[in-house]
Protein backbone atom coordinates (compact mmCIF):
# COMPACT_ATOMS: atom_id res chain seq x y z
CA UNK A 1 0.00 0.00 0.00
CA UNK A 2 1.31 3.52 -0.92
CA UNK A 3 -1.16 6.53 0.39
CA UNK A 4 -3.65 4.28 1.05
CA UNK A 5 -3.22 2.89 -2.75
CA UNK A 6 -2.91 -0.62 -3.73
CA UNK A 7 0.76 -0.83 -5.31
CA UNK A 8 -1.24 -2.38 -8.74
CA UNK A 9 -3.11 1.52 -8.89
CA UNK A 10 0.17 2.92 -8.72
CA UNK A 11 2.37 1.16 -11.30
CA UNK A 12 -1.07 1.39 -14.12
CA UNK A 13 -0.82 5.11 -13.06
CA UNK A 14 2.65 5.28 -13.79
CA UNK A 15 2.20 3.27 -16.72
CA UNK A 16 -0.80 4.91 -18.29
CA UNK A 17 1.41 8.53 -17.90
CA UNK A 18 4.49 6.61 -19.72
CA UNK A 19 2.09 5.74 -22.67
CA UNK A 20 0.74 9.24 -22.84
CA UNK A 21 3.96 11.02 -22.56
CA UNK A 22 5.08 8.48 -25.42
CA UNK A 23 2.15 9.53 -27.75
CA UNK A 24 2.93 12.99 -27.82
CA UNK A 25 6.19 12.73 -27.96
CA UNK A 26 5.98 10.82 -31.37
CA UNK A 27 2.47 12.58 -32.71
CA UNK A 28 5.13 15.94 -31.80
CA UNK A 29 7.64 14.31 -34.48
CA UNK A 30 10.59 12.88 -32.10
CA UNK A 31 12.05 9.68 -32.97
CA UNK A 32 10.10 6.46 -31.87
CA UNK A 33 13.42 4.72 -30.67
CA UNK A 34 14.69 7.48 -29.07
CA UNK A 35 11.81 7.87 -27.00
CA UNK A 36 11.23 3.81 -26.04
CA UNK A 37 14.97 3.76 -25.45
CA UNK A 38 13.91 6.71 -22.72
CA UNK A 39 10.83 6.41 -21.41
CA UNK A 40 11.57 2.15 -20.87
CA UNK A 41 13.83 2.19 -18.60
CA UNK A 42 12.29 5.83 -17.24
CA UNK A 43 9.05 3.32 -16.29
CA UNK A 44 11.14 0.42 -14.88
CA UNK A 45 13.21 2.60 -12.36
CA UNK A 46 9.49 4.46 -10.89
CA UNK A 47 8.00 0.59 -11.03
CA UNK A 48 10.69 -0.80 -8.79
CA UNK A 49 10.61 2.46 -6.82
CA UNK A 50 6.55 1.84 -5.91
CA UNK A 51 7.24 -1.60 -5.47
CA UNK A 52 9.94 -0.55 -2.59
CA UNK A 53 7.97 1.64 -0.80
CA UNK A 54 4.83 0.20 -1.23
CA UNK A 55 5.64 -3.44 -0.43
CA UNK A 56 7.51 -2.17 3.06
CA UNK A 57 6.71 -5.01 5.78
CA UNK A 58 4.42 -3.47 8.37
CA UNK A 59 5.64 -2.03 11.66
CA UNK A 60 3.82 -3.16 14.70
CA UNK A 61 4.78 -3.59 18.18
CA UNK A 62 3.85 -5.05 21.54
CA UNK A 63 1.38 -3.71 23.15
CA UNK A 64 -0.03 -2.00 19.52
CA UNK A 65 -3.41 -1.82 18.47
CA UNK A 66 -4.31 -3.16 14.99
CA UNK A 67 -8.20 -2.54 13.85
CA UNK A 68 -9.31 -5.16 11.79
CA UNK A 69 -12.14 -4.42 9.38
CA UNK A 70 -14.76 -6.49 7.38
CA UNK A 71 -14.42 -6.73 3.01
CA UNK A 72 -16.78 -3.58 3.23
CA UNK A 73 -14.64 -1.36 5.46
CA UNK A 74 -16.60 -2.05 8.94
CA UNK A 75 -15.11 -1.62 12.04
CA UNK A 76 -15.15 -5.77 13.51
CA UNK A 77 -12.37 -5.86 16.59
CA UNK A 78 -9.40 -4.48 17.77
CA UNK A 79 -6.43 -6.76 18.50
CA UNK A 80 -3.39 -6.43 20.37
CA UNK A 81 -0.07 -7.50 19.22
CA UNK A 82 1.55 -9.76 22.18
CA UNK A 83 5.01 -11.19 21.58
CA UNK A 84 5.25 -14.69 20.75
CA UNK A 85 6.52 -16.21 23.85
CA UNK A 86 2.74 -14.73 25.05
CA UNK A 87 0.98 -16.93 22.65
CA UNK A 88 -1.49 -19.43 23.54
CA UNK A 89 -2.90 -22.33 21.19
CA UNK A 90 -6.63 -21.29 20.82
CA UNK A 91 -8.75 -24.34 22.88
Known sequence: ???????NLWTG???AIAGLVTS???VAG??????AAIVGPSVTVLGLV????ANQ???V????????TTPT??????????APDELRPVQ
Open 13 to 15: LVT
Open 61 to 68: AVGGQISV
Open 57 to 59: PPA
Open 30 to 35: FDPAVI
Open 50 to 53: IALI
Open 73 to 82: GQPNVVATVV
Open 24 to 26: ILV
Open 1 to 7: MLLNRPI
